[in-house]
């Protein structure tokens, strides 16, 4: 991807996220892979409104430097460290949605409890353990959460998804506000009752090696 291309899309989603209510004011920040050393990413303590192509900022995240009229996210090693260890992943989101953040204050796992969970993200959904924002550890825990899924949850802070491009991060995030929102209100009617843990990793097995765009991704 241009680095051109790479910051259009990177404004476009904001906004959208933005629109669908997943993120607010400054909060949550989003990047895309250029390649084995960039990314591109949103900008620190601009209201994603604002935001136009230019301010976002292009990051080597081998030593992360930056270049851009803005300091980059704070989270910029999450990120970073996400592309190295994923390499597959060519988009990253870090949210503060509502039903996610939820379920992450109470620091509870989510089980396989619907199809298209267990699909796109994975058979379980984790917890990160907590960790102050924006440290070594916070980014330590959150990659350990997200082995095998393209979801975690942060405790008591908020989620990240990843996909191949941003569009399949961005289904990744909706997916996500679904079944924590489902997850909560199951548990107010009965016990929660999950997809056979098995069926529900073969199901992301086939997601992943059919459907998703993480496939092809060298």
């Not at 989270?75 to 390499?87: D, T, V």
Request: charged share 30%.
């Amino acid at each position: 991807m241009e680095i051109s291309e790479a910051k259009k899309t990177v404004c476009e989603a904001g906004r959208k996220l933005l629109k669908e209510g997943l993120v607010k004011g400054t909060w949550g920040n989003i990047s895309v892979r250029i390649d084995d050393k960039f990314m591109v990413i949103t900008p620190g303590g601009l209201p994603y409104e604002e935001l136009r192509e230019d301010d976002m900022v292009l990051v080597n995240f081998m030593n992360y430097t930056f270049e851009g009229k803005h300091k980059p996210s704070s989270e910029l090693k999450l990120h970073g460290e996400i592309y190295k260890s994923r390499k597959k992943v060519h988009a990253v989101i870090h949210t503060h949605q509502q039903n996610a953040s939820t379920v992450a204050a109470a620091r509870v796992e989510i089980p396989p409890i619907l199809d298209d969970m267990a699909q796109i993200l994975g058979p379980t959904i984790r917890v990160a353990n907590y960790a102050l924002p924006g440290t070594k550890k916070i980014v330590k825990e959150t990659i350990k959460a997200l082995k095998g899924r393209n979801a975690a949850l942060m405790a008591n802070h908020g989620a990240v998804v990843v996909g191949g491009d941003l569009e399949e991060a961005f289904v990744a995030a909706e997916v996500l506000e679904k079944v924590a929102k489902s997850f909560i209100e199951a548990s107010f009617l009965a016990e929660v009752k999950g997809i056979n843990k098995f069926e529900a990793w073969l199901m992301h097995q086939y997601y992943i090696r059919k459907y998703s765009k993480q496939k092809n991704k060298k």
